[in-house]
């Protein structure tokens, strides 16, 4: 659930049974069964934060790839410094510090 939550738009069924070690059969049945949001994730790692006093810094960008033709991860997103949408690699930072 949180490798398919977390990962970039690109993320499929075909990597993640490569990652976990099982059919991409059962991992397609399985998100047709669940219905996971972001805010599911959050609901998970809250556990594991102090969010009284703590800080978390999310930033993403978008590395520019315009030439690239098979690179694996490379997509279309939304690039700030574009102002559209440009092919490239998604960089999400998360930083968490707690007192």
Not at 3 to 29: A, I, Q, W, Y
Request: hydrophobic residues 35%; contains cysteine.
């Amino acid at each position: 659930m949180g490798f398919l939550m977390s990962g970039p738009k690109s993320t499929t069924c075909t990597r993640l049974s490569e990652v976990m070690g099982v059919s991409h059969d059962s991992v397609n049945r399985f998100l047709l069964r669940e219905a996971y949001e972001p805010k599911d994730l959050f609901a998970e790692a809250r556990k594991l934060l102090n969010l009284m006093g703590g800080t978390l810094n999310v930033d993403d960008s978008t590395l520019d790839k315009p030439y690239s033709k098979h690179m694996d991860l490379v997509t279309h997103f939304w690039s700030g410094k574009h102002h559209r949408v440009a092919k490239g690699l998604n960089l999400v930072t998360l930083y968490y510090t707690d007192p």
